[in-house]
């Protein structure tokens, strides 16, 4: 038994989960006269017009793991201005995102997108166990298989665009862009280390690559739809600083190229404080947030977009708190504390209220239903339930 | 197999002490549920290179539990007996490899939701376990000193941000000889209170203490264990294998292996320095994170009363770097950053142990005047800027 489980037993999670809402709600009040959503809830102009007509959702996974502290709260938010000052102001800010699942990157991502628990192994290579919300939206709406794209962080992360589920499965699937493995490709023996900090791979277990199975995007083909060439690809990598750099240029050059109307982006760097540097944690935080606006920026400047397109941020899950015995603070996620179970979520968008603050618990697996309501789209395995205040 | 059916040969592998102690104490372990005898036993299989506060909390688990009656031992279990076990954790050998035990009942408390319920039955465990053997006194109070910041000129960072809010920030301490005053109060409590594992040095850089009376841990001169280590790693998982597996072989992992002391007791702190290497994620490669887990494990482990840590600036790069012969090329400014952080923790961490309110903390921008001191004649949330020697504010607070 470990002693140092010896103070904690203070709030129970329910109140750490709901102080922490409380502080952000008061912190949003301050920083942005944000309204709450209860004090305007009524007619919402999104029920009021034809769901699904031609519009299209990016979602940003805040990832992999951002804390209270080091974002709204007021400690943190020197590392979030974009967050704070560009995208809140324009959105309808979830105070209480809580997720009851495992609180492993691929698990929880896959569970963020099949709006159920999923509780497989984190590190094995294996597809969600229930239908993903590219499936649903494919196999709803008979969208062809160029309508919906994950970029992922990782090679672990290369079986999330579809599921085994009868039903649905691979023909559903999204086609999955996995940044890392394209970089590689492109290079030649003897650049790998030139590019190394575009390679990491995993910060969790740096030493471990996993098995790549499952359909992903190859590099030919890469340079064929994103009209461009391996040559200039590889010289575009050399001016960026992280692999969510990487994904963010590949985001924008799919939207560019290919306009899909589901986009998931799941965004990684800041897991680098698995290595127990908080500075590059924070560096993580303060890129991630510069890459959500920029992603934004670049929604409202293509027309195949403005206009139309909702886009969710939310982290998959937060950190283990300073004062839990059982961790280490920022440098991990292990204990299932409140408040590494307790994050937030940006909805922007047409038909979404702009500075408004939800203030009530949510789940994180309500974002399925959520985007289905949005689009159109039915999701009968998902647990969640769709939020009203934005869809 | 069940807690029930255990016998004493069982226990055939264990370490002579373990073995004796878990012999002793077997008719009361029969009775403790699988969910939380395998944990126990993870900390007993250990028992014969435990620092003496961790034998003394095994000691006390053993004594605390031994003391009810059936009824009340029953009453006190129950928060982990109505965890549901699958079958599959039972056919695991967890009397030998309690390690893989607790993975896999980790993942099983995980994927079926249960965690907040262990978690809510641990902490009241050890509640009760220690208001039932509450801490001895302590000959004298705690204290932790950190350093941090070599190398930095200046900063933009706001330093101490967390630990001024509990305690004094001095903006104007005299900067000359301060690492040699807080090493020489080191070595007067080491001299005055002689008890073993209670008086830590752990230095990013090279230790330059070598006395009995002061355990010393240093990045720098595990650098042969740290190459050694990884490349051991690297090997592992080339080998296609998964997390699981690699840290089940770096459990295994002896200190013989790396050219550490495996005999005696020396083996005590030589297998706790590769414990640092072995089960903290970052140590390997930055000599923050290092000094963090260090300050983190000894406090939790050994409970000291007086640790000095100090942080030395890590490599730049997050990546891990084959062995080359040439020094790292380091980053000064992050690493400050990332002391400020690990300083706070080991407050936290200090925190945690008897004596809290008594305890002495100081945390020191190294050569330059900012310093924050918390205890019990400082007043959280407030400033000093008078001028003031680094020893008279220790002297103040131990």
Redesign the interface.
Known sequence: ?????????GAS?REIAQAVGRSRRDFLRQATGAATATALFGAYPGKLWAAGLARKVVVVTFGGGARDEETFMP?GQRNIPYLLHELIPQATFFTQVVN????GHYVATASLATGV?E?F?N??AVPPGFPTVFEYFRKGLHRPASDAWVIAPSNGFNRIGGSDHTGYGPRYAARVILPKRLLSAALKPDQASQY??LL?DN???????P?LSGEHLQLPEMAELLRLSVADFRAHATTLASPDELSVYIAKRLMRQVSPSMIWITLHDMD?A???????Y?QGIQRTDRLAAQIWQTIQSEPEYAGKTNMFILPDFGRDS??D??G?????HR???ALSRTTWMIALGPHVRQNTVVNRPVQSLDLVPTLGAILGFPVPYAQGKALPEVS | MLPNELTAERFDAYPSEARALAVRELPLMRQLPLS?LP??LR?VIDYDWKFPA?RK?IDD?FSYLGAMSRQQLAARMLAFVQIKMSPALGKIDWVNDPIRFSEELS?HL????Q??HF?QA??????GL?VARPAKPLPLARLAMVIIGEDVQTTNYPLF??LRRQGTHFTNVLPANGRKALFQALQERASAHPIPYAHWHIDGGNVRTSRADIAAVSYEALLPVRDKLLSK??N???G?S???L?RTKLALMRPGEFGLPDQGDAQILSRFQLSLLTE????Q??S??FV??AA?EAL?RAQPLTVLAHYTP?QR????QAPTGKPPVT?P???L??A???A??TW?DQQ?LSGAAQSGFLAWFEAHKQAVAIGPKWKPGTTESGSVGLADVVKELA
């Open positions: 038994m470990n002693p140092w489980l010896r103070v904690g037993a999670p400690d009851h699942g495992i609180l628990y509780t192994n590190f094995a190394e900090n990491r910060y969790e277990t740096p030493l471990y690559a098995e680098v698995h290595s127990g540097a908080f500075s590059l924070l300073d004062r015995p059982g280490n603070g920022f440098q991990h204990t299932g504390d | 939380y944990l126990l900390e961790e909390e688990q993942k995980w994927e079926t939701h965690m907040d978690r641990s902490i009241a465990f050890i509640h220690h941000r967390k790693m690297v592992i998982m080339s296609g998964g997390p699981e690699l903290g994620s970052g140590t490669i930055f923050t994170t963090m887990w983190r939790r890590r790069d997050a990546i891990i980053d400014q992050s690493s950053i990332d400020d952080i690990g706070y923790y936290i945690r």
